[in-house]
């Protein structure tokens, strides 16, 4: 089974994760949460709103595959910061009966699909959730984007897809109305 929870910054992934995982304590399911080591933000899953709970860096989803043993339930944060040729793992992962819930952005700073999204979709989820936060410049609650700024300026082209939060550009969420493409 796949589920996805896709959105902009700011619109609950990393809770709806963790509102997924935590209840689990409590059963006999074995179950893990992994973020990619690129996520330099935080050292766990936290959600904005303070909950957290611990996962495993890793630097590809294959690398699950080398836990013994690999959990009965996958949760993924951040995936859109893993490449799309991690794909072939989660099929793998799918195949062996695995539960997987990943989330994370559903576009990059210019409104592309990231590879490992579109991948994802093309493995037809049992669920999609997408996510809305509110826009960060008109206060609207339908922010569907994330929009990437350099000091107070924003920015639309230049830059790699996956950029990471790191203090350097900063990332608003934000509606249709405001998104800035070019």
Known sequence: MLKLVLGPMKSGKSFALINKFAPLAFSD???????????????????RNGVKLPAKKIAKIADI????????????????LFDGDDIAAIEQL?????????????VDYRGKMFD???SLLELVPDEVIY????CEICQSTEAIYSQIWFK???????????????????????????????
Do not use: W
Not at 94 to 106: D, R, T, W
Not at 154 to 170: M, Q
């Open 29 to 47: 399911k074995t179950f893990m949460l992994f973020q990619p080591k690129i996520n330099v933000r935080e050292d766990e899953i936290k959600s």
């Open 65 to 80: 595959l080398s836990v013994k043993p690999v959990p009965e339930i996958i949760g993924i944060d951040e995936i859109h």
């Open 94 to 106: 799918l195949k062996q009966g695995h539960e997987i819930f990943a989330v994370g952005l559903n």
């Open 116 to 118: 490992i999204v579109k």
């Open 131 to 134: 996510l809305k936060a509110v």
């Open 152 to 182: 107070s300026k924003v920015v639309t082209e230049g830059l790699p897809s996956v950029v990471p939060e790191d203090g350097t550009y900063v990332y608003k969420p934000v509606c249709r109305k405001c998104f800035r493409s070019n």
